[in-house]
């Protein structure tokens, strides 16, 4: 009798846990009525778009169509038109997204129409007539973070500090992977002025890391407050989205939803 009732108890846990499982599930799982399903994302400097498969990953199984751009990093013009191609093959409103100089990329490419939101990953977001560069008059990048140009314009991260001050948080191996597979910037898109400020007119969330060497917190609160975004901050280095991916993606279905929901209201 005992051994039926421990099996009883042990089935009805069971089918508990199944049940939760499948709750959190469907709570995460956007509803079919949902107008936002489209998220783009924008990578920084000095990496390209793999670094998102983590949020990639999280976001579509959550029932997104996630698009990722591959910036060339040669002007910020030619990054900024990148991302309009993207969006441009997008079918409907999108979250666009961008990770440290990738924030400046979508501060101007944001205007797009089909972007509803934005989210800013550890980013820069300078206004009209502002360069990346401007932004770290005040508070400059940390110690840790050297950049070394090449004779051409280019840029690279210094190697020996480059975990240091990129990803610490990352494994050894990772961090090795990430510097020697490094794309370099043209150092004149630092100095680029954007010349449209979509935070402007679209709401904006912000995901601060609160241990990055590469952009000093305090500028990323700086900058997060300036333009009115909900921030969310998050134990991690320069790369939140790839050592926090999950919280990084859990602003950008908040940033989806929310704008959804506005949307729902105002019809």
């Known amino acids: ?64 169509r996630v698009t990722i751009v591959q910036n060339p990093l040669t002007s910020l013009e030619d990054d900024v038109n990148a991302t309009r191609r993207v969006l441009a093959r997008q079918e409907g409103p999108t979250i666009l997204v961008g990770h440290s100089y990738g924030g400046s990329v979508i501060t101007e490419a944001g205007v797009d129409p089909n972007v509803a939101g934005l989210v800013y990953v550890s980013a820069f977001a300078p206004d009209v007539g502002e360069s990346t560069g401007d932004q770290l008059a005040e508070i400059p990048p940390p110690p840790e973070f050297v950049i070394e140009p090449g004779p051409d314009g280019f840029g690279f991260i210094n190697l020996e500090k480059f975990r240091e001050g990129f990803a610490a948080d990352v494994s050894e191996t990772d961090a090795a992977f990430l510097r020697d597979s490094q794309v370099p910037i043209n150092m004149a898109n630092f100095a680029t002025p954007v010349t449209q400020a979509a935070w402007r007119t679209r709401p904006s969330w912000a995901v601060v890391a609160t241990q990055d060497r590469a952009i000093d917190p305090r500028l990323l609160r700086q900058m997060a407050e300036r333009i009115n975004a909900q921030i969310v901050e998050v134990e991690a280095s320069h790369v939140p989205f790839i050592t926090r991916h999950r919280e990084v993606a859990d602003v950008i279905d908040q940033a989806a939803r929310s704008v959804s929901q506005s949307a729902t209201q105002s019809n």
């Open 1 to 64: 009798m005992m051994k039926s009732a421990g099996k009883m108890l042990v089935a009805a846990a069971a089918a508990a846990t199944l049940a939760s499982c499948a709750q959190a599930q469907t709570a995460q799982t956007i509803p079919d009525d949902q107008t936002v399903r489209n998220v783009v994302l924008v990578h920084g400097a000095f990496a390209d778009g793999s670094g998102w498969r983590g949020v990639y990953d999280e976001l579509t199984g959550r029932g997104y």
